[in-house]
């Protein structure tokens, strides 16, 4: 079967179109994180992470920092081809996360970064809850733009005309696949972040890196990048500057697996 059969349309077409402007657009994650992926996640050298739709590997360096063996799945190819490139020490697998290439009990932690909302299910969650060792992690982490500053809220404005049915973090639907019986309760931590760089790659192509917004016909691209560079000229706080600052909230999510109990008769 395609690899990406079962992956919705807009991260198939929108991912495929958009690979290079999604290294180009998207932002890093705050310094924090390496703390949580030590001490909440338990990485270490010694210790094996999966990287589940790990797209381009926007977050792999983050990974290999801690010392640990990184495998890195991911269904679409002109994704995965720029992170193997990119990170050669990282083992790259075409899958999905119902479908992981993996043996059971084979990982000690699995991450999903910018990725769970788009397979937020029970058959995905026990897949994974297959390939993790006992009592191994589960890590979800979400970059996501801070829509309590009024013209970060009008470039989501923008964004989310177009989504359609494509799953996305903040509608907090990718929830509902919890809880599930083989992981424990959810622990959640926040940080902030920002994203700095040129306006032309923090928010025209973070935007343009969007599945949906990527995936659109070329007029309908041009159009909202009109409309995102009359917003930028009508902004005091980004007019005219080379260099800008889009505020973000990091999400980060752990739940440790734990052992089914069996059903009774």
Same mark, same amino acid.
């Given at each position: 079967m395609d690899s990406t059969s079962s992956i919705h349309h807009s991260a198939v077409d929108g991912y495929t179109k958009g690979a290079d402007t999604y290294v180009r657009g998207r932002p890093d994650y705050p310094p924090e994180i390496a703390g949580w992926l030590r001490d909440t996640l338990g990485l270490h050298a010694g210790a094996t992470?999966? +990287?589940?739709? %790990?797209?381009t590997g926007k977050f792999t360096p983050r990974l290999l920092a801690t010392g640990a063996s990184v495998i890195a799945v991911e269904p679409v190819a002109a994704m995965l081809d720029k992170l193997a490139a990119s990170h050669p020490e990282v083992r790259p697998l075409v899958g999905t996360a119902d479908a992981i290439p993996l043996p *059971?009990?084979? /990982? +000690?932690v699995v991450v999903c970064a910018q990725a769970f909302h788009w397979f937020a299910? %029970?058959?995905a969650l026990d897949e994974i809850h297959r390939v993790l060792k006992p009592g191994g992690r589960l890590g979800l982490v979400w970059n996501m733009r801070d829509a309590? /500053?009024?013209w970060v809220a009008a470039i989501d404005r923008i964004v989310n005309e #177009?989504?359609? *049915?494509?799953p996305r973090y903040?509608?907090? %639907?990718? $929830?509902?696949? #919890?809880?599930?019986?083989? #992981?424990?309760?959810m622990d959640e931590r926040h940080y902030a972040n920002g994203h700095t760089g040129s306006p032309e790659d923090v928010i025209l192509n973070r935007v343009r890196s969007t599945s949906f917004i990527s995936a659109l016909p070329p007029?309908?691209?041009a159009g909202v990048d009109e409309r995102l560079r009359t917003l930028i000229d009508a902004q005091p706080e980004l007019r005219g500057r080379d260099v800008v600052t889009i505020p973000y909230d990091t999400a980060a999510y752990?739940? @440790? $697996? @734990? +052992? $089914?109990v069996a059903s009774a008769p």
């Open positions: 992470v999966l +990287d589940l739709g %790990a797209g *059971d009990a084979s /990982v +000690d299910t %029970a058959e309590r /500053v009024p #177009f989504e359609g *049915d494509a903040y509608t907090g %639907a990718w $929830r509902q696949a #919890f809880p599930h019986p083989g #992981f424990g309760p007029e309908q691209r752990c739940l @440790v $697996r @734990v +052992d $089914r």
